[in-house]
């Protein structure tokens, strides 16, 4: 197992036992699936609160890391070849530690593709759009006097969540037993509450969506896993 105590990263962020995965994130739908699924898998790690600030995502420590400057990263010591491993992206490492732990990505190869198949659909389509319609119903884009925009993610986020509420019908999980795909794709359903949006998107008429929701906060890794890391950072003192 290698030391990554050595990694630029450890000068704004070090690392207590470089010996566990370091997990750089911060409590956001994206960052909570690291910490959801570590907690899942039973993986030891560190976690650090990295906040959207400029300051640490743009800081010349996080972009050795990450240089697309976005939550979350990891070190894995443990890597393949017995090499520390830098990643980022969370569906990345979604997939990454599921195929490490041999945890949440199917039994066989046609299971794991379909598993797969979800992240991506989050990743690509969930996630972005969902992150849009946060804009323009509760951040900035929200004063625009041309509503267009905002119609625009409302009904896009409509869409999406009926597919999802399509493949839910009479499953608990999006794939045959829970995985990553619920990791990935729960965190981002939660976030119409700090949107504000559940009543615009019609949230309570998916009610196979709004069940499997249900059914993950219930989880006690989630429950750990949405709490980490803080959303104010430890004392960098060395």
């Given at each position: 197992?290698?030391?990554?105590?050595?990694?630029?990263?450890?000068e704004k962020w070090p690392a207590k036992d470089p010996s566990v995965l370091q997990l750089y994130s911060f409590p956001t739908?994206?960052?909570v699936k690291?910490?959801?699924a570590l907690e899942e898998m039973g993986i030891p790690y560190e976690a650090h609160t990295v906040t959207l600030a400029d300051a640490d995502v743009k800081s010349p420590e996080f972009l050795s890391l990450n240089p697309n400057n976005k939550i979350p990263a990891i070190i894995d010591p443990d890597g393949p070849g017995d090499q520390p491993l830098e990643l980022f992206e969370s569906g990345a490492i979604l997939i990454y530690l599921a195929e490490k732990s041999g945890k949440l990505i199917g039994s066989g190869a046609a299971e794991k593709a379909h598993i797969i198949q979800w992240v991506m659909f989050q990743m690509g389509g969930l996630g972005p759009m969902f992150g849009q319609l946060g804009f323009f119903y509760k951040f900035?884009?929200?004063?625009?006097?041309?509503?267009?925009?905002?119609?625009?993610?409302?009904?896009?986020?409509?869409?999406?969540l009926g597919v999802l509420d399509g493949v839910l019908d009479g499953k608990t999980w999006?794939?045959?037993e829970y995985s990553?795909?619920?990791?990935?794709?729960?965190?981002?359903?939660r976030a119409l509450d700090f949107y504000g949006a559940k009543e615009a998107v019609g949230f309570s008429g998916y009610t196979n969506?709004?069940?499997h929701l249900d059914r993950f906060l219930e989880r006690p890794a989630v429950a750990t896993g949405l709490q980490i890391p803080p959303r104010e950072p430890a004392s960098r003192a060395a």
């Open positions: 197992m290698a030391d990554v105590s050595n990694f630029k990263i450890n739908p994206n960052g690291v910490s959801i900035a884009g929200s004063q625009w006097e041309d509503k267009r925009p905002q119609e625009r993610y409302i009904g896009e986020a409509k869409r999406l999006i794939a045959e990553i795909a619920d990791i990935a794709i729960a965190p981002w359903l969506v709004a069940a």
